[in-house]
């Protein structure tokens, strides 16, 4: 029987697919055992979103942007009669893995570790899970490995922390170990802050259990009793899917006391976060489950020594854990083959911005950003110039399109001055204003700062006060040896992760565009034609239907014209406040 | 009050790290976090009423005021703002008469920004209530606040504009 199954991420949910799964529903109600009807989490085709795939036997085929509408249709045509609807195909996957169709780009160039299931199975049933592998690891690693050799296989793998600063996984699960106490911890850093990063949101709503099955593996290997899954509140389908995948492991007897019948207990519970990007820090994430504000604290004591509730405790976040179940199912030696010499393995990435193919990719490390951007992206929407790319969101940097064929790992990226960060891409064109983006993203890690220490708290602040004013056309001589000043002293004297890299977007930026910070500062110019106060604003006579809202709304009087005939702005007047642009119903006004 | 979050209070038995999902739920069943439900907490659990606050005014996601119907949030990640997040902020400061954080004085609308709500392939985006609004403009999210105005004066009950 052929199966349709909906795409049920929250990328594929906001893009509609609730509507498209009950108009299934309510065909399939009426045409009873016509086809099975089932979910999925995230294939990483967001900009094809809603999807919806027929699966006879190995083979699928996906369509994208599944209407209610071409969802009756892909039943009556293909459930029905076998007619597929080449219109809508996105791509078709058959039994040995072969991708064909109009975006199967997207796919070929991926190496799927860590999704290894996203898209694939309903995140919702434990038995899916099975089917493809799932906790064959758990079983090796708790009947036919001692924990010692859990760590070792780790450690060959050459895996290291997906959470943004590399650290060799197996490593730090070595400290762990040696620590000597009753009680242990394991953590997972589910607290996905950066703007513009929902990898480890789609694992943990596409793949629930590789992350459950990741943690009970540490468990074991340190000797920890007891898990927390730190997430954000606003993930509530991943807490929602968390819960289900917990409660169904329990079930099985995978998690809780005497785990299959092996003598092991360990359970996990679930910790939303409040909101507070610092808390991706580990030693605030502590003190935020601890039930405090989320500051950070000196280090040492570390938290394999003094952690959770003062206990030893290891923490790894999202896509490290989820990478776990298939090192040890499928061996170290494996895993090696994929990626560089130091940075082993794969790496999950959401590709977003001024890109073609919006969404999420696993490459292989060493892939270049180039091949990211265009032959997995499909290049620059609207066929604008590819200007560069924004990697680690807040506490990343802007890497330039013409040193593009950097390679994505933990050597290549920092060399540039931005970081791996945890995965977020946004991709830039020639409209993005440089010096904009460092204020944005300063703007947030101004915010975010939990102000304990004094240069991050107001040394930030500075850095934004004189960021907006350049961006105003008020910057004054001596602007940007200030900024590289205070950049410097903050990375020096700030505690923790938030403080010791917010200046990097400015100083990434400053190194490679500060010709356009000097066209602001100098020429009162912005080159990306992007800040308000810098530009021309003229009105569209095609599109103006000369309704005169602008002209009412115009707090100076610089836009006229008669009612009904298109109106113009007198650009000498004009004072850049925006209101026109925001206030016209037709996009008339454009700016130059 | 309502019955969960008492529940959760009576339940209380010392472990520690309950701070968190006791304000968590009573903002579940308030909207807010209001006076009374610091007082209850503090005499229960026994933590000071100013570390409370302290922890409360730390977090995004906890009020101290209630809040609208309807609340708007502005995403304001990465994508979104590079695709014109903060034009369609001011749009709707401009057409609610309301500055960010604040609600309308009928109670109807909340305006938030939120950091990211991870649709960045739809940006720029703008959540009202629980639908997600994508590939706004200016004068779409005019329109579509307009909308909601309107059917909320006829007193219709469909919430969703798609």
Known sequence: ?592 | MSEEFTSRLWRYDGTPGELIPLLQSAQDHFGYIPRRAISYISTVTGIAESEIYGVITFYNQFRLKPIGKFIIRVCNGTACHVSGANMLKETIQDELGIEENETTDDGLFTLNTVACLGCCSLAPVVMIGEETYGKQTPASIRKILREYRRREEKGSKKKSLR
Request: one cysteine or more; a negative charge; hydrophobic letters at 35%.
């Open chain 1, 1 to 592: 029987m052929k199966k349709a199954i909906v795409g049920m991420g929250t990328c594929g949910l906001s893009a509609g697919a609730q509507g498209t799964y009950d108009k299934l529903e309510e065909i399939l109600s009426n045409n009873e055992n016509s086809f099975e009807l089932s979910i999925t989490g995230c294939i990483g085709m967001c900009y094809m979103e809603p999807l919806v795939e027929v699966r006879e036997g190995e083979d699928r085929v996906i369509y994208g942007k599944v209407t209610p509408s071409i969802a009756e249709k892909i039943f009556s045509e293909h459930i029905l009669n076998g007619r597929i609807l080449e219109e809508n195909v996105v791509c078709r996957i058959d039994g040995n893995g072969e991708v064909t169709g109009p975006e199967a780009d997207f796919l070929n160039l991926q190496s799927r570790i860590v999704l290894r299931n996203c898209g694939v199975i309903n995140p919702e049933i434990i038995e899916e899970y099975e089917a493809r592998g799932g906790y064959k690891g758990l079983r090796k690693a708790l009947f036919e490995m001692k924990p010692d050799e859990i760590i070792e296989e780790v450690k060959n793998s050459g895996l290291r922390g997906r959470g943004g600063a590399g650290f060799p996984t197996g490593l730090k699960w070595s400290f762990a170990a040696k620590s000597n106490s009753e009680i242990k911890y394991v953590v997972c850093n589910a607290d996905e802050g950066d703007p513009g990063a929902f990898m480890d949101r789609s694992v943990l709503e596409g793949d629930p259990h590789s992350v459950l099955e990741g943690m009970i593996i540490c468990a074991r290997a340190i000797g920890a009793s007891h898990g927390y899954i730190y997430c954000r509140a606003e993930y509530p389908l991943a807490i929602k899917r968390l819960n289900i995948s917990i409660e169904a492991a329990r079930e099985k007897g995978y998690l809780g006391e005497n785990i299959l019948n092996s003598g092991f207990d360990f359970d996990i519970s679930i910790k939303q976060g409040a909101g507070a990007f610092v808390c991706g820090e580990e030693t605030a994430l502590f003190a935020s489950i601890e039930g405090r504000r989320g500051m950070p604290h000196i280090r040492p004591p570390f938290p394999a020594e003094k952690g959770l509730w003062q206990k030893p405790t290891n923490n790894n976040n999202v896509e490290t854990y989820a990478n776990i179940p298939w090192i040890i199912s499928n061996g170290a030696e494996e895993y090696a083959r994929y990626g560089t010499e130091k940075s082993r393995g794969t790496k999950v990435f959401s590709l977003a911005g001024k890109v073609k193919r919006s969404g999420l990719a696993e490459v292989e490390m060493g892939t270049t950003i180039r091949d990211l951007v265009f032959k997995i992206g499909g290049g620059i929407k609207g066929g604008r110039e590819f200007k560069a790319v924004q990697m680690g969101g807040p506490s990343g940097g802007t890497i330039p399109s013409e040193i593009s064929d950097t390679m994505v790992d933990f050597e290549s990226i920092p060399a540039t001055g931005a970081i791996m960060g945890s995965g977020g891409v946004i991709v830039l064109d020639d409209t993005s204003c440089m010096v904009e983006m460092a204020r944005f993203f300063l703007e947030f890690t101004q915010k975010e700062s939990c102000g304990k220490c004094t240069f991050c708290r107001i040394g930030t602040l500075r850095m934004l006060e004189t960021l907006t004013r350049i961006t105003k056309g008020e910057g004054e001589e001596g602007d940007l040896e200030k900024l590289e000043l205070w950049g410097k002293r903050i990375k020096e004297t700030s505690l923790c992760g938030l403080g010791q890299t917010a200046p990097n977007p400015v100083l990434t930026t400053l190194r490679y565009y500060r010709d356009e910070y000097e066209a602001h500062i100098k020429e009162k110019r912005c080159p990306a034609h992007s800040c308000i106060a810098l530009v021309d604003f003229h009105i569209d006579p095609e599109k103006c239907t000369g309704c005169s809202i602008c002209a009412k709304n115009c707090p100076v009087n610089a836009i006229s014209g008669e009612p009904k005939k298109p109106y113009t702005i007198d650009n000498s007047v004009c004072v850049r406040c925006g209101k026109c642009i925001t206030s016209c119903r037709f996009g008339a006004i454009y700016k130059v």
